[in-house]
């Protein structure tokens, strides 16, 4: 069965580099037609979509995060990490990975069927 587990720390101070990792077990991360994201939640602005990577490799990233976040993949281990560079307090929030697939009712928007538990990050001096 599809699996995925985000690792990383739990605390990251203001002005470093956020990096979490997805595991993915269950599937190929190169398998079509899936795209390999992330997200993050807050109780004050609810479900954020970070990015991507997509099943050849393309990436993709929400326009509100400017340059500050990247996602690559290492598919010899069937893992896709988030960089977030730099981190402010207000990044602090519940962090997700997540299999999604375009959806075939809204344009531009992914669904998902497949979780991580989810990893609280909280970004403190």
């Known amino acids: 069965q599809v699996s995925l587990q985000e690792s990383g720390p739990g605390l990251v101070k203001p002005s470093q580099t956020l990096s979490l990792t997805c595991t993915v077990s269950g599937t190929s991360i190169t398998a079509p037609y899936y795209y390999w994201s992330w997200l993050r939640q807050t109780p004050e602005k609810g479900r954020e979509w970070m990015g991507a990577?997509?099943?050849?490799?393309?990436?993709y990233y929400s326009p509100s995060l400017g340059s500050r976040a990247s996602i690559s993949r290492d598919t010899s281990k069937n893992q896709f990490t988030l960089q977030l560079n730099p981190v402010t307090p207000e990044d602090t929030a519940k962090y997700y990975c997540?299999?999604?697939?375009?959806?075939?009712?809204?344009?531009?928007?992914?669904?998902?069927?497949?979780w991580g538990q989810g990893t609280q990050v909280t970004v403190s001096s």
């Open positions: 990577v997509g099943y050849s490799g393309s990436t």
């Open positions: 997540a299999r999604g697939y375009n959806s075939l009712k809204v344009p531009d928007e992914y669904e998902y069927d497949y």
